[in-house]
């Protein structure tokens, strides 16, 4: 009897977890701003004011017509521009067009891999938009080996030597650039906009996927609770992309300064895709899901969108060597 009763009770137990999980199912956290969920695997419903969805389109939702990118054949040139700070020699990997013209310019910073043949595709793609991409490689510059748990400052000094390398070349259409980025990127191009005062002068915008939002020598706790104070002062155009498994300590970080940034009236999007994770736009193909390539078609094309949006009003005049106001 005394073990019946157990069993007894281990059966009442398990209905009762069924019901508290069945409770909990109803409880789901929310995910994405603006987004209610009801059972697993039930589908999300967006509440927000259709005035309110940044990505709706009346002419596709409701005649079924399509945006058609821009494609272009890109053509890529190894190179190297000189630090003057300390006399640093960086090499580059320049990605345009094919053929002649002027584009609009934009400097690509890796990250922490490095400036490897998957993060190249990253430059690539930006440039078959129609860009001139410029891609340094700062790591090679100073013997830096790739992966690298510490961060050299002397770097921040390699990217931001590009851009007065970038904005002298002859097949460039704009007086500014943008800055585009992934991971440990994000915080070189941070320190250009802000630290290097480019910002609002040879800098139109920022593009971060997934960026590394702290100096990478900060303690821990600072990794995970706090971002980079620069973001309080960047103050240009801002449009961040990552996905809804990306890492805790750099997610809290974006996501915070997203939050302050907006509160404080800055101009910044926060883009999260649902079921991708880190590094969804350069995965190698053996484990790339179907969310991660929606995601990439999707988040190249808003960036690309968003930089000629900001780079148009700085067109070189045709007449004139005068910038635009």
Request: charged share 25%; net charge positive; proline share 7%.
């Amino acid at each position: 009897m005394h073990f019946k009763g157990k069993v007894i009770c281990l059966g009442a137990a398990l209905l009762l977890g069924s019901a508290a999980m069945a409770a909990a199912q109803d409880k789901l956290p929310v995910f994405a701003a603006d987004t209610v969920t009801g059972r697993a695997l039930e589908a999300p419903v967006n509440t927000r004011p259709v005035k309110d969805k940044f990505w709706w389109s009346d002419a596709w939702y409701e005649d079924g017509i399509l945006q058609t990118p821009e494609n272009y054949e890109v053509v890529e040139s190894q190179l190297s521009y000189t630090n003057k700070a300390d006399g640093t020699e960086v090499p580059a990997i320049l990605y345009r067009p094919r053929g002649k013209g002027k584009f609009p310019a934009v400097l690509f910073q890796h990250g922490r891999r490095g400036l490897d043949p998957l993060v190249q595709r990253l430059a690539r793609r930006m440039a078959a938009r129609g860009f001139v991409v410029l891609a340094p490689d700062v790591y090679a510059a100073r013997f830096i080996d790739t992966l690298p748990l510490t961060h050299n400052p002397a770097t921040e000094g390699d990217v931001d030597a590009g851009v007065d390398f970038l904005l002298a070349r002859p097949d460039i259409s704009t007086s500014r650039i943008c800055l585009y980025s992934h991971t440990r990127g994000g915080y070189y191009t941070l320190k250009v906009a802000v630290k290097y005062k480019r910002q609002n002068k040879q800098v139109a915008c920022y593009v971060g996927f997934y960026p590394h939002w702290q100096d990478p020598n900060a303690p821990e706790p600072l990794q995970v609770y706090r971002y980079d104070k620069d973001l309080d002062n960047l103050n240009i155009p801002v449009i961040v992309f990552i996905g809804e498994y990306e890492q805790y300590q750099r997610r809290r970080s974006i996501e915070t300064a997203a939050l302050y940034m907006k509160r404080a009236g800055k101009d910044v999007r926060l883009i999260i895709y649902p079921g991708v994770g880190r590094g969804f736009d350069f995965r190698p193909p053996r484990v790339r899901t179907f969310a991660d390539d929606l995601a990439t078609k999707d988040s190249i094309l808003r960036a690309a969108a968003f930089m000629k949006k900001h780079l148009k009003a700085w067109t070189k005049p045709e007449q004139s060597g005068q910038e635009k106001p």
